[in-house]
Each structure stands twice: as C-alpha cells, then as structure tokens.
C-alpha cells in the first residue's frame, strides 16, 4: 500500500475514508465526497483491536468483506486497504497515540483507553495510505475532533474532511451497530435524535443561558431517556470548540455549543450529536 501510494503522489490526489467494514449509507457518502475530491479513493476495512474495551464488542462487532467490497466496487472505489492485525501491528502495539484533553470527556471518559486506539489505528493508517485528505463522519464528533487536533499537533500532511451525519428516514443516525437492535429496540432507537431536537429547542428557548440551565435540561433529558427504558451514559452540552463544559461568560457570549448524546438501547451502544 505504501509503494502504491508512493507511485499515485507523483500525479493523483488520494483521497482516504477509513472503515470498520460492515458498509452502510452513511459510509458510502463519505466515498461519494472522496470521489468528488480526488483522482484515486482508498477505503480501509480493519476492525482495530485497540479501540474496544476488554467488555466490547470485538468479537462481535459485524463483519462481511464480500457485501462491502461489493459495495465499494458499485461507487467505483479504486482502491480497498484490507490489512489483518498483524499487518497493522507487526510487532505488537507498544506505541500509542494520546490526544490529551479531548479525549478525556464524553465518550473517552466512559471508554477508557478507546481514543488512545483510535487516534493510534488512524495515524498508522495516514503513514500507510499516505492520502492527501481524509474523510470523516460527524456522528462521531468527538472522535473527528480527536483526528483532527492530532493530524495539526503532528503536522501531518493530511487534511481532514468532515462529512454530514447521515439518517435513516426516522431520523436515526446510520450505524454499523444498528443491526444489533431488535425489532422493536429499532422503533425506539430514533427517540435519541427526536431528544437531542428536544434538548436544542430547550437552549434555545432559554431566557439566560447560564450553566444551571443548562445542567436542569441535561438531567431532565437522561431521565426521560432512562424512564422510556435506555441506559444513559451522558447528554452533555459543550463547547464546539473543544468539548468542554462552557461557562458563563462564554454562554453569554454566544459560544457555539453542540449536544452529544451516548446511551444503551438493549446491549447496543448508540451515539448522536446536534449542532446548536
């Protein structure tokens, strides 16, 4: 892959979309953005070890390299980057990438050492691939800030491009994981962007934004969902910015807040965020 990249520089602009594998819509729009914006589209399929904790889904977590290659073959991606465990870790995993701040809210402080393996996975992933861009989804938010301040702290020569989150016709936000749900856990799941809606509405409304305010909305909102029968891990308001909680002053000043969300609907894991 590397000297395949090396040779493509010379005269192509490649563009990257990093996958689990396990394709849905929402990942076929990032490789529709790829293509409009490169000569060459690599797609990754790796289910990074690292990344999961020793109470996740690893083992689990789905995987059918036919249907996705198949899928990638329909949007005419160039080139599929399938590496096994060892080819990403020849050696083991000794060195690790850590984003401090960041990753230590929200998702990174439920997860221990998860962005510790995704910002690991992603930087092993640049040096291989070598794209000139990357594209990334915003439904992990954090995680797409993560990338983000890591490629600019390492001056990497990678752009990271964000792409909208994108939704099933009730609105839930496409997932891999989705196909864990039941039946009827999969007309519940899109109660978690309806909430979010909710919960913007709310901020918006505000007379004085103020962090009591916000604190009241955020924990009338994980009791709604824990009383419809979630397992809320957090609704947090934050800063755009940089996730953390904001102050007063920087509420009153108009600070651009977005509103992440992450929680349990039966075993499976679901996450969503909205821009306010």
Sequence with gaps: MQSLADGLRKDKRIGFVPTMGYLHEGHLALVRKARELSDVVVVSI?????QFGPTEDLSRYPRDFA??????????????FYPEA???YPDGYSTYVEVKGLEDYLCGKTRTGHFVGVATVVNKLFNIVKPHFAVFG???YQQLMII?????????????????????ADGLALSSRNGYLSTAERAEAP??????????????NLKERNIEALTVIEQKAVAQLAGRGWEPDYIAVRQQSDLA??????????EPLVILTAAKLGKTRLIDNLEI
């Design 46 to 50: 790796f289910v990074n070890p690292i």
């Design 67 to 80: 249907r996705d290659a198949e899928l990638l073959e329909k949007e005419k991606t160039d080139i599929i």
């Design 86 to 88: 060892g080819d990403v």
């Design 138 to 140: 915003q439904k992990d």
């Design 148 to 168: 983000r301040q890591m490629a600019k702290q390492f001056a990497l020569p990678v752009d990271i491009i964000p792409a909208e989150t994108i939704r099933a």
């Design 191 to 204: 109660e978690l962007q309806r909430l979010l809606n909710e919960v913007r509405d709310q901020v918006l």
């Design 245 to 254: 909680p904001p102050n007063n002053e920087n509420l009153q000043a108009g």
